[in-house]
């Protein structure tokens, strides 16, 4: 099992990045995934979680309206749509499988990739 992150880098708050998390080992259309954030000196935190079950999308308050996670079951890939970015969403991003039940946090959280760095400053 194995999830790869990319996408990540320098942006001017306003902006935007779409984060990729290419998946080998199994088939994301059975399972759940999502996207996790570490921000410097912050707890690791759920933002944007699909559940298998229904295919709905868990985000957190602070992402809502802004961020859109999707998936693409051919690619074996999830991917973030980031948008209107603030330097509060500087932090390492990571894609995670989610286990049963559903629940878009760390410790609902299976298999981990590397993260990918974003840095949203001017």
């Known amino acids: 099992v194995q999830l790869q992150a990319s996408g990540g880098g320098l942006v001017q708050p306003g902006g935007s990045l779409r984060l990729s998390c290419v998946v080998s080992?199994?088939?994301?259309?059975?399972?759940?995934i999502g996207w996790f954030r570490q921000a410097p000196g912050k707890e690791r935190e759920g933002i944007a979680c699909?559940?298998?079950?229904?295919?709905?999308?868990y985000y957190t308050n602070s992402v809502k309206g802004r961020f859109t996670a999707s998936k693409d079951d051919a690619k074996n890939t999830l991917y973030l749509e980031m948008n209107s970015l603030k330097p509060e969403d500087t932090a390492v991003y990571y894609c995670?499988?989610?286990?049963?039940?559903?629940?878009?946090?760390?410790?609902?959280?299976?298999?981990w990739g590397q993260g990918t760095l974003v840095t949203v400053s001017s």
């Open positions: 995670a499988t989610i286990g049963y039940p559903f629940r878009c946090t760390v410790a609902g959280a299976g298999s």
């Open positions: 080992g199994f088939t994301i259309s059975g399972y759940s």
């Open positions: 699909v559940s298998s079950a229904d295919g709905s999308t």
